[in-house]
């Protein structure tokens, strides 16, 4: 069957508007002078193309309005490329990597000889949004699918349900022998109902890693100086001068946890309300990110700025109100255009103050006493603006996967920002955003960052390369005394040693 026959009408427009788009995206980032010539030459490569994507783009969308600025076509290509590898990967799989190579020839003619900054940046884009696209490999699960068998990783995920540490648990592990996808548990307390497969989910501090991106990204864009002082893009809140965006990324500023502080001798600042019986009566209450930071500020330092480590999601709500000031844009949207959009990652989102989770998701719960009595709620509601970015996001292990492995790739940032983001704080193995971990022999080095939020937790480990990969979803019953942490180490690490270490125990 013809590419022309697979595809509807609407197909083939998606592919003409992102190819043509592509050129066009290009062109608008050429140096002055340059930007007819950039056109021309990137059309003359669509036109050229061959098989049948060459048929189908021989000639430019008709009807189709293109953005004026390189932001605009940005917001409206980069999407679109993306849309465009996955529909060919499903209705005709063998021409995706001639749409690919196509539009990169095309990209490659429009940058010849004379790329500004600007039009480097945006090809880097288009090839990661080019290979963003989820590829369709097998998909099997103990009880999701059928398909290649993983009984280890069935038993260690099952690990975490008996021991009591999880209610459910959704696990997504891609390897050299594909995708592997499993749930465990029960979707909801009471019900034997299992956890959906790919279901909606709160993050926690995994935010962390897509805000520290976004930054980075920004840094390549010419917006943000990674070792500038923060105070001059947010001068309102009197920041120490010696506090630049690098020691917001790597907990590494001293300002103060708005979420409270646990000191080595034992002792505990408290800050906003985020436990307790006074939390969950509280929990959809809407804090604004200048008031959380207001509060930390008015606490003392932890420490001068630089000279230490210290884990503070101030630091990261910080980080937030910088994207915004810098873009002029709303965190979200921002997510939206760096990350999301170009990857195609619709299951995820910075929800700001919604308390709802759309879309099919296991419950979460929390645990507290009150009056010499122990009450269980049911939290899967809350206003998450207490925690803001530095934990508020939602999102699917499919999505997960698709950020950790293209962040890991090399997909999303330069090389040289991958390298910084990578280098680890002596003190701890954070580097801006990301842990380090040494897994020992036949482990190497993995990347992660896992979070935690009123019974809702993520797992996101991967390789060096981003082609291995295990994302997570655990819900539970969470408590004011983190009961379950110890518990939960334990079971991630038994985990880790399975997908990471082929079952050995690390040492």
Do not use: C
Request: net charge negative.
């Amino acid at each position: 069957m013809s590419l022309t026959l697979a595809l509807t009408d609407q197909d083939q427009l998606t592919l003409r508007t992102a190819a043509w788009g592509a050129v066009s995206l290009m062109s608008a980032a050429g140096a002055a002078g340059s930007a007819h010539k950039a056109a021309a030459e990137g059309s003359v490569a669509l036109t050229s193309a061959t098989g049948l994507v060459g048929h189908v783009l021989a000639k430019a969308p008709k009807g189709v309005k293109y953005g004026k600025t390189v932001a605009e076509l940005a917001d409206q290509v980069l999407p679109a490329l993306n849309a465009s590898m996955s529909l060919l990967r499903k209705q005709a799989p063998a021409e995706a990597d001639n749409f690919r190579r196509t539009v990169l020839v095309a990209v490659e003619a429009a940058t010849h000889g004379r790329p500004s900054p600007t039009m480097t940046e945006m090809a880097r884009k288009i090839s990661a949004a080019l290979d963003a696209a989820p590829a369709t490999p097998e998909v099997s699960a103990g009880n999701t699918g059928t398909g290649q068998e993983r009984p280890e990783l069935q038993k260690a995920m099952q690990a975490f349900v008996d021991s009591g540490m999880a209610a459910g648990m959704q696990l997504r592990v891609n390897d050299e022998r594909g995708e592997w996808v499993g749930t465990a548990g029960v979707r909801e307390l009471g019900s034997s109902e299992k956890p959906p497969a790919d279901g909606r989910f709160r993050i926690g501090s995994s935010t962390k890693a897509f805000v520290a991106t976004v930054v980075l990204q920004l840094v390549a864009e010419g917006k943000v100086g990674l070792d500038s002082p923060v105070n001059g893009y947010l001068p309102e809140f009197g920041l120490d001068e010696r506090i630049t965006v690098r020691m917001l990324l790597q907990h590494t500023s001293g300002i103060f946890n708005h979420t409270g502080e646990y000191y080595e001798d034992g002792t505990f600042a408290p800050g906003i309300a985020w436990s307790g019986k006074e939390w969950v009566d509280g929990r959809f209450r809407t804090y604004h990110p200048e008031e959380l930071v207001r509060l930390a500020l008015s606490k003392p330092a932890r420490f001068e700025p630089g000279t230490d480590w210290s884990y503070s999601n101030t630091n990261y709500v910080l980080a937030r109100l910088l994207i915004e000031r810098v873009t002029g844009r709303s965190f979200a949207a921002e997510l939206q255009r760096l990350i999301l959009g170009p990857l195609g990652m619709t299951g995820t989102e910075a929800p700001g103050t919604s308390t709802e989770i759309a879309g099919s998701h296991a419950h979460s719960y929390y645990r507290y006493e009150d009056g010499g009595r122990e009450h269980t709620v049911d939290v899967t509601s809350q206003n998450p603006s207490w925690i803001s970015a530095g934990g508020d996001m939602i999102s699917t292990t499919q999505d997960l996967h698709t950020f950790f492995s293209a962040l890991n790739g090399g997909r999303l940032l330069p090389a040289e920002l991958l390298t910084e983001m990578r280098r680890p704080d002596p003190k701890i193995g954070y580097g801006l955003g990301i842990f380090e971990q040494d897994l020992g022999e036949n482990g190497g080095t993995v990347y992660h960052h896992n979070g935690g939020m009123a019974g809702s937790a993520a797992l996101m480990y991967s390789t060096l390369d981003g082609d291995k990969t295990m994302t997570a979803s655990v819900t539970y019953v969470d408590d004011a005394d983190l009961s379950k942490a110890a518990a939960f180490q334990q079971a991630t690490q038994g985990l880790i040693d399975e997908v990471f270490r082929d079952g050995r125990t690390t040492s």
